[in-house]
């Protein structure tokens, strides 16, 4: 695609046009998809951005917006050609306001520097997706992000209360007020929540902060029973303990992170799976008061061994080969990651399902994530499957998952979109009314559809 | 209008037409206002909805949806004639699903009913607006509703998971799935909350549920300056303290609401402004220790009295003087009232302003509301005013409060929404591309604009 014609008319912003330099914008975190850009800029204003997609609309230039690209549905990938719009260098924390507890920063800070920043002042930005250190603000609320610590402090959604937004035509709007509750018109914060860069270009969010908790306790159950397990969920949940996040594993992962960081881990004999739960609060007395509550809980419903962390350094470790699942369970082989997410309580059932599948179709899973949330990321190891068979034969597995999943009452992503990668099974979930509502909402902001085509909007 | 085609269509349908009976549906709580509909109906079911809507889609009749007719900006006012479809049948808790704490309801229960449901299994829907007796869960939903317990819990978009609604084509749908998260395609749940009835007709909804809380402590502080007053919010609120809500009264508006409900209230000497705050929980002596937290906060920032509630009974008394000012300070005149919404720490400033434009426009106002969310109930009362003064006049100086609110970063309504006493404001917040893309996105909805018109999408 000729894009010249936006350097003959903004010469002096930064182009990036050599194809060694437009690599880097060529992929993100998702499988081994690439798909080179014509050009990439990375702009240092809203201003900027704006001159840039007016000129895209006027002369239909595909626009792809990239936050840090650590994105798991290839929603940044420039898929139809055309530029990719970077918001790296939207790195500015703008305000930190203690005395309203909100932040104003542009959408390219990274989700950590903005965690840093505000806890200097005792203040938390509460969201924390598994790429908090490296993922952008702006990545975060174009995909909805969440986090393990969702159960008690909720995801992205929850914590912005006002956008800025670069229109296709080159207004810049703010959708809402920086406040904590709104009712004047329609959503258009929590529209453009998720939207993928589907509706406009996000260059700055007021965000809601609250007090940083200064102390953790985890705990970790094992339990040779996925049932038991998501039943113990239930079960703490419903009492009056409210954890931060209650993570869900199978053994088999913990096994592959723990070889491949090096980490030791309480592996119990017999365990099949483990919740690793995590409690924060301002006095460590308190932690303890509350896990207390729990171990009865735990037991009754089968927990086969039941271990509070001794100290930070053990708690760093259990976070660490948590986290470190997805990474290294990815490093084995190629992979499909799928985000499925299910009212919590029918996650065994998603589990038992997931596996029947698996074996039906002769794949590999490995499955964790965020038991609390009904959400469970299932990794799918391509090991010695041919080409063809991972490429046709595979996906007809996962619809059924994904066909699962809505029985359930669940859907087809909790966290981590649709983008590029997921688009061919919405239809699972969507009826063509859904998609016809949706489109015509893009034509509203985007009439000439020069946002993010080739993606899930057909 | 003539409806007659409805009737003949739809003949077994309860259509209710002769005047005395449509009465009813001419009012709700907002003003004065009364608008009279040609028709009115009941309707059991979603798909007797879908039947009326396509009818009316086809034939171009205005639908006013309507819930409980609590409203308090006439957003369910038949301004423009037709039918009024009032879901106060759609009266079914149709799953309290305890494993996955959810609730499936009808949108016509009333939120009081949900409560009590729930509360059986030791649950709570946490959302209280002051109605909240005898409100419906629809109208909550399509006014984006909050409460006193906002500050904790979050107001009704944070426990909306999935909506059924009826689109005016007569196509039903569920705008999203039953779980905690979800990033497949645009947030059409949260679009529909808040929309006024102007989108679709909610007719279901999936809640989130949480554990019902079996204590609760007030403790209430007076000052004499309502800038310390409104440090003092801050100040609680970026401690490790939580409370369920911060209520602000004015002793104007406690005098008056004493009076009128025949209730005691520690009226403290010099006091020209109170905070009552509510603290919950499951164990009486943690909410004691919670409290103990914030009295040095209190004190040094000028209480001049800070008190506990000694048992139920007072507690009981003072939360109703709280919920009665609003209804109270109605009766004593004709009123307005105004629902701003600023970051909380600017509260005293609005506050300042309102009084300030009140005497330059010569009005009373009677303030009060949601000091832990910025949420500032402004009562605009006539009194002695002439009619012409009311109606031409004192919607200028609402106008400069409302400019007040826009400069300090708010917006002119929390949780009543602007419907159409409102509408005549929207533009100190929205320019002409906000009301473009509103107006659009109804158009995707609504091509015919059958639903609720005459409000506030021109």
Known sequence: MDCSILISKLPDLPWITDVENLVPFSKDYTEDLQFLPDLAI??????????????????NIPVTTRGAGTGLSGAALPVAGGVVVSTEKLDKIIQIDTLNMQAT?????????????V????????????????CSIGGNIAHGAGGPRAVKYGITKDYILNLEVVLPSGEIIWT???????????????LMIGSEGMLGIITKAVVKLVPLPTQELLLLA??????????????VLQSSVKPAAIELMETSGIEISMKATQTSFPLVKGATCYLLFSFDGFQGDDLFTEIEKIYPILDELGAIDIMPSPNSDTANDWWKVRRAIGETVKQKSI?????????????????????????????ESVCYGHAGDGNLHVNILKNELSDDYWNHEVPKGIREIFECCKKLGGTI???HGIGYSQKTYLDVVFTPTHFQLMKGIKSVFDPNGILNPGKWIR
């Not at 990375?42 to 002369?59: R, Y």
């Not at 920063?105 to 920043?117: I, P, Q, R, S």
């Open 42 to 59: 990375a702009p240092t204003s809203a201003d900027d951005i704006a001159k840039i997609l007016k000129i895209c609309n006027q002369f």
């Open 105 to 117: 920063v542009e959408t390219g800070v990274v989700n950590a520097h903005l965690k840093e920043a």
């Open 119 to 134: 806890a200097a002042y005792g203040l938390s930005y509460p969201p924390d997706p598994a790429s908090f250190g490296s």
């Open 176 to 190: 809402g007020s920086n406040t904590l509750k709104n009712s004047t018109g329609f959503n258009l914060t929590q």
């Open 222 to 235: 094992a339990f040779d029973s996925l049932t038991q397990c998501a039943k113990a969920v239930s079960a």
């Open 335 to 363: 992979y499909k990651e799928e985000d499925t997410v299910v009212p919590r309580y029918s996650l065994p059932e998603l589990l038992s399902e997931v596996k029947r599948i698996g074996e039906k179709y002769g794949f």
């Open 413 to 415: 992503s909790g966290e």
